[in-house]
């Protein structure tokens, strides 16, 4: 089984100042289901090298046991250091594909036209993907062979708009993921603040908040042995 996750290779929060990237929760944890269960990983990212960690992600509040077991992990961290650029990735060579999320995704691979392919020749394959938290808006421009948005119409899940007031970034983020999700026609649902929720529809599979990342994952993998 091979597995490509997609991160991204943005670091700036807006106008903040302050700095962003991808969620440590949300490669770690899908990260070792994918490993556990014997997958190939390959990481990718627009600019290729090393992505930009939130740092916010890295704080001990935030810590998992697997956040520590990736931290310590010598191999996990090298080939985190040397992410693949998007541009040269072919779906051919994966059986399915996982982004995680973090802040970044929205600026850069929400737009970005590799990403757009990259999704929509999965899915044109008939493969299944997955994304969680901020992720499903990555899905905003992709289209289904009709032209119409492919989330058009099908259950998804992502990080909510109490979840971004939460974390006050309301006014700061380019669009909200819920809102947005809706506004392409999905049927978005939804459990408390920061609850695991992870949302299967055929080969869509959606998590709601970091803390439903490895939940989003073993649905993949269930999916895949399916």
């Given at each position: 089984m091979?597995?490509?996750?997609v991160l991204?290779?943005?670091?700036?929060?807006?106008?903040?100042?302050?700095?962003?990237?991808f969620?440590?929760?949300?490669?770690?944890?899908?990260y070792?289901?994918?490993k556990?269960?014997?997958?190939?990983?390959?990481?990718?990212?627009?600019?290729g090298?090393?992505?930009?960690?939130?740092?916010?992600s890295?704080?001990p509040m935030?810590?998992?046991?697997?956040?520590?077991?990736?931290?310590?992990?010598?191999?996990?961290?090298?080939q985190?250091?040397e992410?693949?650029?998007?541009?040269?990735?072919?779906?051919g060579?994966?059986?399915t594909v996982?982004?995680?999320?973090g802040?970044?995704?929205?600026?850069?691979?929400?737009?970005?036209?590799?990403?757009?392919?990259?999704?929509?020749?999965?899915?044109?394959?008939?493969?299944?993907?997955a994304l969680?938290?901020h992720?499903?808006?990555?899905?905003?421009?992709?289209?289904k062979?009709d032209?119409?948005?492919f989330?058009n119409?099908r259950?998804?899940?992502?990080?909510?708009n109490?979840?971004e007031a939460?974390?006050?970034?309301?006014?700061?983020?380019p669009?909200?993921?819920?809102?947005?999700?809706?506004d392409l026609?999905a049927?978005?649902?939804?459990?408390?603040?920061?609850?695991?929720?992870?949302?299967?529809?055929?080969?869509?599979?959606t998590?709601?908040?970091?803390a439903?990342?490895?939940?989003?994952?073993?649905?993949?993998?269930?999916a895949l042995?399916?």
């Open positions: 091979k597995v490509l996750m991204t290779s943005h670091d700036t929060l807006g106008n903040t100042g302050k700095k962003t990237g969620w440590l929760e949300e490669l770690a944890a899908p070792y289901v994918f556990d269960a014997g997958a190939e990983i390959t990481l990718a990212s627009p600019k090298g090393q992505p930009p960690l939130d740092p916010k890295d704080e935030f810590e998992t046991d697997l956040t520590r077991r990736f931290k310590a992990d010598r191999e996990a961290k090298a985190l250091a992410t693949v650029r998007l541009d040269s990735v072919n779906q060579d994966f059986d996982f982004y995680p999320g802040h970044g995704p929205m600026w850069d691979l929400a737009e970005d036209g590799n990403s757009i392919r990259l999704l929509e020749a999965f899915i044109a394959a008939g493969k299944t993907i969680v938290c992720a499903p808006g990555v899905l905003r421009h992709v289209k062979p032209g119409s948005p989330v119409g259950r998804v899940t992502g990080f909510t109490s979840e939460a974390v006050g970034l309301t006014e700061v983020v669009f909200l993921v819920e809102d947005e999700l809706l026609g049927v978005f649902s939804k459990v408390k603040d920061w609850g695991v929720h992870a949302v299967v529809d055929g080969r869509l599979i998590g709601q908040n970091p439903s990342s490895g939940e989003t994952a073993k649905a993949l993998l269930a042995k399916s």
